[in-house]
């Protein structure tokens, strides 16, 4: 197997241009995507796309949320698979009814005589863009009967969890971190030149599959996007004290691999879960509760949670990065947890 | 002030028939609809469509079979109009296992694929949404199919009214949207939330083409549609219909129409589509009243047939809750959740 070093933004546009040669009802559809002399979409993920594929299928719109998502929904209810774009995570909730009570729900209020096979591209994360631009919504969407959740965290697991995504016939939202794109431009804001290995071959991520990123027997870490870099560069730190985590990167949080999870709380015995959404009710919570109803016997400490405080996003960057975990943060409460024994 | 009496256009005795037997399978569905209502027989609510068949009816019946619709939280009429047999909609509301949604729908997601016709969605402007998919799906494969898109004048100020339209527009998408301006939004009146007299007026903001036809005249209705299919199957663009219609019923149950005044009420009745409808075909000798008898009578009986069937048809089995959320096997509760 050949294999090469890309990036997730690249990585992602393969993979759309592969299911657009392969199935030829693939088409993308959002604002600013194929506008020649333009960006090609919000962070350049689809350049050269409408040169090989057309603007017949490489729609791009007004700035209308709701018909994007409508449309999307509409046309996949058609036998069309469509690939909208939102440029922005935080976008979402101008299309909320789209996405949770048409794309979720229409198979289900059809008695199952129809399918929404959309996928959906939203990026998330902070990079110095403040409380509208820098959110991480994945948890409402976990809430959602209907919906599939993934969060591709590098070039290899993007481009083939896209490719699945876009095969799947039920709705799947791909959230994706802007940091997680390339560095240049964003440093003060952490962001990082990540490349993985990919096969020039064909394959296929599947959905609702776990990976394990780090061996160890002190705790078990769940994380995604950005969030899980800083939790493996904070556990590499840890080793000189004795600390070996367990890193895992979950991929799909709906469906998630709970039985990957599982195995290594339970090996482990203790839990963290670290995330750059907000505390509450984040899907942290929702980890968090599942370990503790299916890994109790084993658990030798409380689960614990690290997230974002609960506030809007602020700019500068201080504030900014006190309020998301830092990589400081998360080796305090690594070292707390590593502390904690149940009596 | 409506001229009463419907011109037929000299069209074919047979298409005039049909469009008057289906004016009341429609109005006599409904009609029964609320009795099995009223004796607690059906589940949840019901929003009710006398008065307003006229629409359904002349638009279905203009479109082509393959053509399709979507539909609103008032969806019986448009159902029956597009093909949904009495059986399984009947079945629907009963919350059976026969149901065209297998009783996952139930009145307010009325509908069946097999007969073009989405789930009724009812969200308010829910449909002016997701039509615009069902058209570009049509126009990117060349079907040369059109979508009818039903909708009452309050989703007229939703934003997926706007952002719909306009992206419809640009894309020269083959969608007929279809306004029943029954003058109401659940209780609040139309003048009390829109300036401009007509949602027609609206449109032309949107580069789109509009006309305005009564509503409560099948034939008028029909011949609007008619004209317009053809040319937006290929690809001239979509347009908007506004039907002035009025519902006779109530929004939904337990609705005593305070709002609405005598006269008002009145005025519409002498435009009910039903008796317009008799009379100018007894007018121009297409119908006596023997043959509306027979009419009447054999509507009668499938809906008796219909009631017969949903209530001897099965519920759905406690089990089928848990299949359908999603195309994949991952519908069934974990034993966390039991």
């Known amino acids: ?343 | 002030m409506v001229e009463r009496s419907i011109n037929l256009n000299n069209l074919d005795k047979e298409l005039l028939i049909s469009l008057f037997t289906d004016v009341i399978r429609l109005r006599k569905f409904e009609d029964k609809v609320y009795q099995l209502f009223l004796k607690g027989e059906l589940p949840g609510t019901i929003h009710q469509y006398q008065g307003q068949e006229a629409v359904a009816v002349g638009v279905c019946t203009a479109l082509n079979k393959t053509d399709w619709i979507t539909s609103t939280h008032r969806p019986h009429g448009h159902a029956i109009a597009k093909g949904v047999s009495m059986r399984s909609a009947m079945a629907e509301l009963y919350g059976k296992e026969t149901g065209c949604c297998k009783g996952k729908g139930g009145s307010m997601h009325l509908g069946d694929p097999e007969v073009g016709m989405l789930p009724a969605i009812a969200i308010v402007a829910g449909g002016v949404s997701i039509v615009t998919g069902v058209g570009l799906a049509f126009k990117m494969k060349n079907t040369k199919q059109v979508a009818a898109c039903f909708f009452g004048e309050g989703a007229t100020n939703e934003g997926a009214f706007h952002e719909g339209l306009n992206l419809a527009a640009i894309q020269k998408l083959p969608i007929i949207y279809v306004c029943e301006n029954n003058i109401y939004g659940a209780s609040t009146a139309y003048n009390k939330t829109t300036l401009v007299e007509n949602v027609a007026d609206r449109v032309s903001s949107y580069g789109m083409a509009s006309k305005i036809v009564d509503g409560m005249n099948v034939v008028e209705v029909y011949l609007a549609v008619k004209e317009a299919r053809d040319a937006i199957a290929n690809g001239s663009g979509p347009i908007l219909i506004e039907a002035k219609t009025y519902r006779f019923a109530g929004h939904s149950r337990g609705d005593a129409k305070k709002y609405r005044t005598k006269e008002e009420e009145d005025y519409w009745r002498t435009l009910d589509p039903i008796d317009r409808m008799k009379d100018s075909l007894i007018e121009n000798s297409l119908i006596d009243n023997e043959a509306f008898a027979l009419i009447v009578k054999n509507i009668q009986e499938e809906i008796d047939d219909a009631v017969v069937f949903a209530q001897q048809s099965p519920f759905p089995k406690v089990e089928d809750a848990f299949i359908d959320a999603y195309a994949s096997d991952m519908s069934s509760p974990t034993e966390v959740q039991k």
């Open chain 1, 1 to 343: 197997m050949t294999t090469r070093r890309i990036g997730i933004g690249e990585a992602i546009r393969e993979a759309i241009a592969e299911e657009m040669q392969r199935d030829e009802n693939v088409f993308l559809i959002g604002e600013d995507i194929g506008i020649p002399g333009g960006f090609g979409g919000a962070f350049g993920v689809y350049l050269g796309l409408p040169e090989k594929f057309g603007h017949e299928r490489i729609i791009d719109t007004p700035i209308s949320e709701k018909a994007i998502i409508g449309t999307s929904v509409g046309a996949a209810l058609m036998g069309m698979r469509p690939i909208p774009d939102l440029q922005y995570s935080d976008f979402i909730f101008e299309c909320m009814d789209e996405i949770v009570n048409q794309a979720a729900k229409m198979r289900y209020m059809s008695g199952g005589k129809l399918k929404v096979p959309l996928t959906l591209r939203c990026p998330v994360g902070t990079a110095n863009r403040g409380a509208q631009h820098g959110q991480s919504p994945e948890s409402y969407f976990i809430h959602v009967p209907g919906l599939k959740v993934v969060c591709p965290s590098d070039a290899y697991v993007a481009k083939g969890i896209m490719k699945s995504a876009i095969r799947d016939d039920d709705p799947v939202i791909v959230f994706e971190h802007k940091l997680l794109y390339g560095s240049k431009g964003r440093e003060s804001a952490g962001g990082m030149d990540l490349t993985a290995e990919v096969p020039e071959e064909e394959y296929l991520f599947p959905i609702g599959k776990a990976l394990k990123k780090r061996d160890g027997n002190s705790m078990t870490i769940i994380s995604t996007h950005l969030t899980l870099y800083r939790c493996l560069a904070a556990a590499e730190e840890l080793k000189i004290e004795g600390i070996e985590c367990e890193v895992i990167d979950p991929v799909s949080l709906l469906p998630l691999d709970t039985k990957t999870i599982y195995e290594s709380v339970n090996k482990t015995g203790k839990a963290l879960i670290a995330h750059e959404d907000t505390f509450t009710g984040g899907w942290g919570a929702e980890v968090a509760a599942l370990i503790s109803q299916n890994c109790f016997s084993k658990l030798k400490a409380p689960v614990q949670r690290i997230a974002a405080y609960d506030v809007p996003l602020p700019v500068t960057p201080v504030l900014e990065q006190t309020v998301v975990p830092s990589i400081e943060r998360i080796k305090e409460k690594i070292r707390q947890l590593h502390k904690m024994e149940l009596k």
